[in-house]
């Protein structure tokens, strides 16, 4: 497809783009020699999941990456899946299938650009630097024209970037918009002072819960790089295959995946174990960006009390406070978030429907839960942990 100076092509696998000009688009930020914002656009990460059968034939992700070139280079590129399925993507559209199909529509296979299984808000339109308004308009017009012409259904952006959500918006595409519950690192200089910004209560209970957490009977340790060991891999295999198995049925990602991480990304996973007699017997997965610490993964295979806490959030915390990092993003959902310092954020989301009546109606739709949304922001934000004194800082 050929649209004036710009060309636009589907990509059945990332090596048909390359990693040069992927990460080009994806990560440009890394010249400097530093980390890349996002580490799940990255090639690498992408292309694991890919290489691993996480994604491919038999997953309902199909890959159908998405390029833009111009001038004899790629401007462009976009991490696209054809689904048959709305698994794996944390911004639910089950409602507008099954009322699509009851209606007499089709509404699988649709096209979905996210980084699959990843409640994580990036860039998915990934542009080269100098080409932000062509390349974002590449991307957009030639995948609801690959829909078009393909009789599809509908096209989505989940977890992306106010930058895209803004262009996406000002080319005719449906916001939608969600929350989730990140900490900020206000330069705090150890976990003391965090607690210095809570409400009396909120900070005892806080205390009390790490207390009983890392009594458990052993010792805590952080991995990273070449610290991380294949007989870690698979205690954290165990970990994820249990949480996934009690909380989503089949896990998504394989046992294929953990090894293609720590080949090419071992640098930029942090795991937290709980270890007893040298024994994993709890653990959680991070992956660290250039400011941002980001929580994917948990499991066990012996329950402790607030031992999930400690793990997940608390030392998450600890860690972004002594490596500088400014956030800590710890996943999708979770009220219980809020008393341990995380506050709701808003995520976004992008959709085009071809149908232009049922489109209407998801607008309308839409309309109304934006409202609800940004009510249920304000509220939980006021309910948060910290003094009224400081509480402005952090709305």
């Not at 590129?77 to 944390?90: I, L, R, T």
Request: glycine fraction near 10%; hydrophobic fraction near 40%; charged fraction near 20%.
């Amino acid at each position: 497809m050929d649209g004036g100076q710009i060309e636009i092509a589907l990509h059945g696998t990332l090596s048909g783009i390359g990693e040069g000009e992927w990460d080009a688009c994806a990560c440009p930020e890394v010249a400097d020699g530093g980390r890349p914002r996002d580490p799940f656009t990255t090639y690498r990460f992408l292309n694991a999941l890919e290489e691993s059968g996480s994604v491919g034939p038999g997953t309902g992700w199909q890959p159908q990456y998405l390029s833009a070139r111009a001038s004899g280079q790629v401007i462009a590129v976009a991490p696209m899946y054809a689904k048959s399925h709305s698994q794996g993507e944390y911004v639910f559209d089950h409602n507008w299938a099954h009322a699509y199909e009851r209606a007499g529509g089709r509404y699988y296979p649709k096209l979905q650009i996210a980084v699959p299984f990843t409640p994580v808000t990036g860039r998915r339109l990934l542009v080269r630097p100098g080409f932000e308004a062509m390349g974002q308009s590449a991307l957009v017009q030639g995948a609801v024209q690959v829909a078009a012409d393909n009789q599809l259904s509908s096209v989505h952006l989940t977890f992306c970037s106010e930058a895209d959500a803004e262009a996406g918006q000002a080319m005719g595409l449906m916001l939608r918009t969600g929350q989730q519950y990140h900490w900020v690192n206000r330069a705090y200089g150890c976990f003391d002072e965090f607690l210095g910004s809570l409400s009396s209560r909120k900070r005892k209970t806080l205390r009390k819960e790490r207390a009983r957490a890392q009594a458990f009977g052993g010792e805590i340790v952080h991995l990273t790089g070449d610290d991380i060991r294949p007989e870690h891999w698979d205690a954290m295999w165990r970990f994820y295959q249990d949480t996934g198995a009690r909380k989503w049925g089949t896990p998504y990602l394989t046992r294929a995946f953990f090894d293609m991480a720590h080949a090419t990304m071992r640098d930029d996973i942090l795991l937290v174990f709980a270890m007893r007699d040298g024994v994993p017997v709890a653990g959680a997965m991070n992956l660290i960006g250039r400011d941002c610490l980001f929580g994917r993964y948990w499991g066990c295979i012996e329950d402790y009390p607030c031992l999930h806490f400690e793990l997940c959030y608390y030392q998450a915390m600890d860690w972004a406070i002594a490596h500088g990092l400014c956030r800590v993003e710890a996943g999708a959902q979770g009220e219980h978030k809020l008393a341990r310092g995380y506050l709701p954020v808003q995520t976004q989301s992008l959709h085009w429907i071809g149908d232009p009546g049922f489109a209407e109606a998801v607008d309308r739709y839409l309309v109304a839960e934006r409202a609800a949304v940004s009510e249920e922001i304000e509220v939980m934000t006021a309910w948060g942990p910290f003094r009224k004194e400081t509480r402005e800082d952090h709305e």
